[in-house]
């Protein structure tokens, strides 16, 4: 499991609301998220980077699995893994021998 971000949810969008505000101040991209980066005091520009990646992918603006889906299918897969192993355990009560049950006279 991930830990949890020391970034609070509020910093995080107003660091990606500021990345797009400014992009278009900057020669690029990586300009403008070491600027912002920095201001804030978010460790790694790289970090900003994947909140403005998530950011487009859950608008629409870019290709990829949104936030909610993937927490959709997180959920999913919880499910099916409980289901998973609740229904081995008939199967595996079924398969086991009575206590005193000999075989082989």
């Known amino acids: 499991m991930a830990r949890p ?4 949810l509020e910093l ?3 660091a990606v609301r500021m990345v797009v505000e400014v992009r ?3 020669l690029n991209a990586s ?3 070491r600027v912002v ?3 804030l005091g978010i460790g790694s520009a ?3 980077r994947n909140w403005v990646k998530r950011d487009e992918i859950d608008s629409g603006q870019r290709p990829g699995t949104t936030s909610e889906e993937s927490a959709a299918m997180k959920a999913l897969k919880k499910e099916n893994a409980e289901l998973r192993w609740a229904n081995g ?3 595996a009560a079924a398969s086991e021998r009575p206590r005193g049950f000999r ?3």
């Open 46 to 48: 790289e970090t900003l």
């Open 89 to 91: 355990i008939p199967k």
């Open 5 to 8: 971000s020391s970034y609070t």
């Open 37 to 39: 980066a920095q201001k």
């Open 12 to 14: 995080r969008k107003r």
């Open 24 to 26: 278009g101040d900057y």
């Open 31 to 33: 300009a403008a998220l």
């Open 103 to 105: 075989t082989g006279f």
